[in-house]
């Protein structure tokens, strides 16, 4: 017998209750949150507890509130919007294998930032234009994709193979506008591979608004949604407007996801994994998943972040590099990659 079978019935029903499971994780998001504040270089951690206290010498004030506090919640938000992205799109093609990263629109919305910058039209100085080419870029992608599926829009399968190609060949017009405009290399590369580095309050600003309003609409659709995920005779026979459904569920997808990239770039697998994570933890009742997918999300990028500038810390002692820096994208594409692998791993030894 297990300790959880010994539990009375009433407060096993309370441990599995979704209140508690989202309190749980919210304790998780804020100890993510505290390591990541703490990690990183420049002040050690007594200089960080001094700083929030009241203390401390300008520099490690600088560092701490106007550096280390913006960039802590910039991960935050841009995780909750790849984490709630993710499920909308997952839900919306009713495919488990639809995410921004292989939907075309993450790669979409990288494209539209790499080329307004080659154009002299948006930087990281500029994050209000980066948000608007990010849009065009992401919508196109996801248009592009809707185009070639075609008629095998409903199998996942294909659809996946179709994002893919879509994913390929956008990647391959952002090295394009690279080539034509090789000076704006150091100023894109953070988009391409995904990164919080330099992220200020003036980010901070122009991404929580956007990221409020386009989450609060994503969650105002959570009905649909759930509909849709049961496909779309059962959700017309419920009286659903299929297409307007799943059109206005697309604009919160590409909307939230252009807003993470134009603050962090490209965070490979978060919108691909994070709502399997949320599913299995929440169930399949998105008005409580989608709040879920959010958390999960902002604990697993400010997660990687906390790890990837410990990592840095490490690197940078062990080479004797202190400008060694290790983005938090190239962690998240190292370790969900490895997660994707055993997942279909396990999956077709199921079979």
Do not use: K
């Not at 919108?271 to 933890?281: I, Y």
């Amino acid at each position: 017998m297990t300790p959880i079978d010994t539990v009375p019935g009433p407060a096993l029903r309370a441990l599995r209750a979704p209140g508690v499971r989202m309190g749980g994780l919210a304790l998780l998001v804020a100890a993510v949150a505290c390591a990541d504040l703490f990690a990183g270089r420049g002040v050690t951690p007594d200089g960080v507890r001094a700083v929030l206290l009241g203390g401390g010498d300008p520099t490690a004030d600088h560092i701490v509130l106007q550096l280390r506090l913006p960039r802590l919640l910039v991960a935050l938000v841009a995780g909750a919007c790849l984490g709630v992205a993710g499920l909308v799109l997952q839900s919306a093609l009713r495919n488990p294998l639809a995410g921004p990263e292989v939907t075309g629109v993450t790669p979409g919305a990288v494209l539209g930032a790499v080329a307004a910058t080659g154009l002299g039209l948006a930087g990281w100085e500029s994050p209000t234009a980066v948000v608007v080419a990010s849009c065009l870029g992401g919508f196109a992608g996801a248009g592009l994709l809707w185009l070639l599926a075609g008629r095998d829009r409903g199998d996942p399968e294909q659809t996946a193979v179709y994002g893919v190609l879509v994913s390929a060949v956008l990647a391959g017009l952002t090295a394009v506008v690279l080539l034509v405009a090789p000076g704006e290399l150091g100023s894109v590369v953070q988009w391409l591979i995904g990164s919080t580095e330099g992220r200020v309050w003036q980010h901070w600003n122009l991404l929580w608004p956007w990221a409020a309003f386009w989450g609060a609409a994503a969650w105002l659709l959570a009905g649909p949604l759930t509909l849709l995920r049961c496909g779309d005779e059962q959700a017309s026979a419920a009286g659903l407007a299929t297409g307007r459904g799943r059109g206005a569920a697309l604009v919160c997808a590409v909307a939230l996801t252009a807003g993470a990239v134009s603050a962090v770039g490209a965070l490979g697998f978060v919108g691909l994994l994070v709502p399997h994570l949320a599913l299995a933890v929440f169930g399949a009742d998105l008005r409580i998943t989608l709040p879920g997918a959010a958390l999960l999300g902002a604990a697993v990028v400010c997660g990687a972040d906390a790890a990837a500038q410990l990592l840095s810390r490490l690197l940078a002692t062990g080479l004797d590099a202190d400008r060694l820096t290790l983005p938090v994208g190239a962690l998240t594409t190292f370790v969900g990659a490895g997660l994707l692998m055993v997942v279909a791993r396990r999956r077709a030894d199921e079979r």
